[in-house]
T-cell receptor, first 114, second 109 residues
Framework: ETGVTQSPTHLIKTRGQQVTLRCSSQ?????VSWYQQALGQGPQFIFQ???????GRGNFPPRFSGLQFPNYSSELNVNALELDDSALYLC?????????????FGPGTRLLVL | LAKTTQPISMDSYEGQEVNITCSHN???????ITWYQQFPSQGPRFIIQ???TKVTNEVASLFIPADRKSSTLSLPRVSLSDTAVYYC??????????FGAGTILRVKS
């Protein structure tokens, strides 16, 4: 157990809808990263938040947005859902050190878009 | 073209040593290389992390050459429960975190 929790565990939405996924980071961590993992593929980096500011972003369109709260928990919002957004969404928390960080992952949220 | 690559799959037998190499030619200067294990429908689990040369912990070793453009995860004596997908993770220039595509390790008895 990493101490990183995500909710909900599973979610079904229809195309065009909006979704919010939540992540509670491990105690003492100030950084949260979000990833999308399609079936049979490696996780793809969406973005990272450090102390409530976006700290890096992958190749995802603006309809993928996020927030980090003062307690370092985080939300991932996806607008105008598309069928290809169906995936496992992973959250990882970390604490930035001198030479980077060690990311610890939650169990993920499985999103199905119909 | 910057890319992080791994072999797609590997087969091994119980008790053997397994080495999985990841190539990461666009790794940022001051960041670690991290390896994860993932089982179906679970989040990746941290195995080991290193910056250069060799790192060893209770479950694995990590070898990183001087140019840091590759790394090799070594699992000393695999068991059936080590059957999983193994990923390397690096930070590239531009502050992008990049996973390799993953290596499916199948351990047979």
């Amino acid at each position: 157990e990493t101490g990183v929790t995500q909710s909900p565990t599973h979610l079904i939405k229809t195309r065009g809808q909006q979704v919010t996924l939540r992540c509670s980071s491990q105690s003492g961590h100030n950084t949260v990263s979000w990833y999308q993992q399609a079936l049979g593929q490696g996780p793809q980096f969406i973005f990272q938040y450090y102390r409530e500011e976006e700290n890096g972003r992958g190749n995802f369109p603006p309809r993928f947005s996020g927030l980090q709260f003062p307690n370092y928990s985080s939300e991932l919002n996806v607008n105008a859902l598309e069928l290809d957004d169906s995936a496992l969404y992973l959250c990882a928390s970390s604490s930035v050190g001198s030479f980077g960080e060690t990311q610890y992952f939650g169990p993920g949220t499985r999103l199905l878009v119909l | 073209l910057a890319k992080t690559t791994q072999p797609i799959s590997m087969d091994s037998y119980e008790g053997q040593e397994v080495n999985i190499t990841c190539s990461h030619n666009n790794i940022a200067t001051n960041d670690y290389i991290t390896w994860y294990q993932q089982f179906p429908s679970q989040g990746p689990r941290f195995i080991i992390q290193g910056y250069k040369t060799k790192v060893t912990n209770e479950v694995a070793s990590l070898f990183i050459p001087a140019d840091r453009k590759s790394s090799t995860l070594s699992l000393p004596r695999v068991s059936l429960s080590d059957t999983a997908v193994y990923y390397c993770l690096v930070r590239e220039y531009g502050n992008k975190l990049v996973f390799g595509a993953g290596t499916i390790l199948r351990v047979k008895s």
